[in-house]
């Protein structure tokens, strides 16, 4: 690996104010937990390498933050993504200089100041890269091979490309989603240009900005304690309060939704019982709500048999989850690449940090967007079953992507209508 150049490496802790103010698209990444802290990234003292792939990631980081610490770097921290299509670059960067936060400081300054009417607020034009005839047949394509015993769960998305009249600030849209996500892990990361795709024609770009507030913790690590929160099963929120109680208990008793959620789970426990004990997995989810949906969560923790193991060595090893991917993994990435007509990227991928000592926080990279210019991307997935109704698999994309069309000022789907 060749030896980065000499950095002036240094850390602050400053006002929220500063950790959002000086995010800057093309040279700074940021994340921020709920309740946690907001960490901003600035400058690249190290990246990793575009060819280090699989779990030999989290080796590759852990040696650059050991570089960073023998350079003199007082708090070297990697953020970033790592993409659910395991052939393309990861981009994860030790910054230069790190600012922390508290998150809860960060949104409530935000509350105090206007909500921010430019950037994405715009006038976009819609245009869905999956119709919704399309995606509906892929539907009825994964039920069969669920019939059949192929897959027990695969998991389908829609893409939706906006096209702005000038350039989207990716700035404004975190700032709107910190706002509307109080849940939410949100996060703002420089990416590698655009790969050709001869499957979509997705224009290679010179910058691109991946954005997002995701409800779904992948894993937490503190010391030798891993927390993970999956959530599978799923209903749009309602406007109406007593409509938004019908649908939560609803979910809460659905056979389909506990189904889905009890692969989900089982997934994980058996990914982490060899290298955790005193493993906690409850019996029943609970109830998660985000400013659009209901989901289906469930809280596992465990603790580390091997404290040298890192957070992104404990995430690698369960991505991807069946909440994103499907069950068993290999048959449902088929699936995957049969039925989308498109590469996720990022999508469904990881996003997140990690420290010298092997803490961090890695989230699902959901509800996100790629940002390109005056171009976004965004997407929205549903879990299928053997007793999935197309119809209300397609309805639920619709209510996950308002995550991001709503911090664009679009209410939502011009076909689907606001949630009533």
Not at 188 to 211: E, K
Not at 372 to 377: K, L, N, T, Y
């Amino acid at each position: 690996m060749t030896p980065s150049p000499p950095v002036d490496h240094h850390a602050e802790v400053v006002g929220p104010a500063d950790v959002l103010g000086r995010y800057r698209p093309g040279s700074s990444s940021f994340f921020a937990s709920p309740g946690g802290a907001a960490l901003l990234g600035e400058g690249v003292a190290a990246v990793l390498p575009a060819w280090a792939t699989g779990t030999d990631r989290a080796d590759r980081v852990a040696s650059l933050l050991d570089d960073a610490t023998r350079s003199g770097h007082p708090d070297p921290v990697a953020i970033g993504a790592i993409p659910f299509d395991e052939d393309l670059p990861a981009r994860i960067v030790v910054p230069a200089q790190v600012l922390r936060g508290r998150t809860a400081d960060l949104r409530a300054a935000l509350r105090a100041q206007p909500v921010d009417g430019s950037g994405p607020r715009q006038r976009l034009t819609l245009r869905p890269i999956t119709s919704h005839e399309g995606f509906l047949a892929s539907v009825r394509a994964a039920v069969q091979e669920l019939e059949r015993g192929d897959l027990r769960k695969v998991v389908l998305s829609r893409a939706l490309q906006l096209t702005a009249g000038s350039p989207v600030d990716p700035a404004a849209l975190l700032r709107n989603l910190i706002r509307s996500e109080p849940g939410a892990y949100t996060f703002a990361i420089d990416l590698p240009r655009a790969v050709s795709r001869a499957r979509d024609g997705y224009p290679a770009r010179p910058t691109r900005t991946l954005v997002g507030a995701s409800p779904e913790l992948l894993l937490r690590r503190r010391g030798r304690v891993v927390e993970t929160f999956p959530l599978a099963g799923s209903a749009p929120r309602s406007d109406d309060p007593a409509e938004d109680r019908r649908r939560s208990e609803a979910l809460r008793q659905s056979p389909k939704d506990l189904g889905e959620h009890a692969v989900v789970v089982e997934a994980i426990g058996d990914a982490l019982a060899p290298i955790c004990r005193e493993l906690t997995l409850p019996s029943r989810p609970s109830l998660v709500r985000t400013s659009t949906m209901w989901h289906l969560g469930t809280a596992i923790s465990g603790r580390l048999r091997d404290p040298a193991s890192s957070s992104l060595q404990v995430a690698l090893a369960l991505h991807p989850t069946p909440a994103i991917c499907g069950s068993p993994t290999e048959a449902a990435r088929a699936a995957i690449a049969r039925l989308e007509p498109y590469r996720r990227d990022f999508y469904t991928g990881l996003v997140g940090w990690t420290d010298a000592a092997g803490d961090g926080d890695w989230a699902v990279t959901i509800r996100c967007a790629h940002v390109e210019e005056s171009g976004v991307r965004v997407y929205a997935g549903a879990g299928i079953m053997a007793d999935s109704d197309p119809q209300s698999e397609l309805a639920e994309t619709a209510a996950k992507a308002r995550t991001l069309l709503l911090a664009m000022g679009i209410d939502a789907e011009p076909e689907f209508g606001p949630c009533p």
